[in-house]
């Protein structure tokens, strides 16, 4: 059956809200673990990188973008500080850098696993690069331990995007894509 | 259902790797001799020696005449006309935060600077 185009736009919009709240329920959730169970500070399984990701693929950067930079103003405003603001900013904002290249560069080359990693390890080194600027220039040799967690952290959600993007059926994708009816 | 990695994902993985080796070249070695000071306070004033260079110092105060050396990273009273000489059974001292007083003396001697406040949490 045809759709109007004014339902449709309705039926994206409705999608991308419901992947800006995943992003923003993981990023709670994930605030909420007890550092018992990843015993270094900022070390995070990053399942919020995990929806900007899946977005990217489904719908495109520009929606990934928008859920990344609206989930970092949302989760600040909820739960954070000004300066864990900018760590996430700064940490988003590289993020979507790496993630545009790779999509943009080596579509092909690079499968969701490598784009994973390199977004997690993305993602830490801008937040560390804000936390030198903001705090002591000294937290830089902290780099090396971020690294190497981004690129453990990057396998594990690289691997569920895999699962995640083969098995959504395609008419899942198109809604989120076009707006089309399930 | 089998995941394959493809050849641009072990580049990222190699990419990755070396960075944080490189990071770990570049950044680890001078952090941990980051710049750490000797700041000895007597009669009320504070003078600061970066903790690296060797050195002997005669420190008074309140009467008491101090010896304190400084040498390859730590900080020592070594001799003092005090009565208790605690300041002299401390040892000595190299991270960030220790501290040696002789209190009949009035002298403080503390370590700053340094690694000693690099706990923050990254949200």
């Not at chain 1, 990217?56 to 103003?73: E, F, P």
């Not at chain 1, 331990?145 to 993007?165: E, I, K, P, R, Y």
Request: net charge positive; proline share 5%.
């Amino acid at each position: 059956m045809r759709t109007s185009s004014s339902d449709e736009t309705a039926r994206r919009t409705a999608f991308r809200g419901l992947l800006l709240c995943l992003a923003l329920i993981f990023s709670y959730l994930e605030a909420q673990l007890p550092l018992a169970v990843i015993p270094i500070p900022g070390v995070k399984l990053g399942f919020a990188n995990l929806v900007v990701s899946f977005a990217a693929y489904v719908c495109g950067m520009k929606t990934a973008a928008a859920v990344s930079l609206l989930r970092v103003c949302i989760t600040s405003l909820l739960f954070g500080s000004p300066t864990t603001f900018w760590f996430s900013v700064a940490g988003a904002a590289l993020t979507l850098c790496v993630l545009a290249l790779l999509r943009h560069l080596a579509p092909h080359a690079v499968s969701p696993l490598g784009v994973s990693v390199a977004c997690a390890a993305a993602h830490n080194a801008g937040q560390l690069a804000a936390a030198a600027v903001l705090l002591s220039p000294a937290v830089a040799a902290y780099l090396p331990v971020l690294l190497f967690a981004g690129m453990a952290m990057g396998t594990v959600t690289g691997l569920l995007l895999t699962v995640l993007l083969r098995a959504i059926p395609p008419t899942v994708k198109d809604a989120f894509r076009r707006g089309t009816a399930l | 259902m089998k995941i394959k990695a493809a050849a641009g994902d072990l580049t990222v993985y190699a990419v990755v790797t070396l960075l944080a080796l490189l990071s770990l070249a570049a950044l680890r070695l001078p952090a941990d001799t980051a710049a750490a000071n000797v700041r000895i306070t007597a009669n009320g004033t504070a003078a600061v020696y970066p903790l690296s260079v060797p050195r002997t110092l005669q420190v008074t105060g309140a009467g008491h005449t101090l010896t304190v050396c400084i040498a390859e990273g730590t900080v020592s009273v070594t001799d003092s006309d005090c009565p208790d000489r605690v300041c002299v059974h401390t040892g000595t001292v190299s991270a960030a935060g220790q501290v040696i007083a002789c209190v009949p003396a009035g002298i403080l001697i503390e370590i700053t600077g340094g690694n000693a406040d690099a706990d923050i949490i990254i949200g």
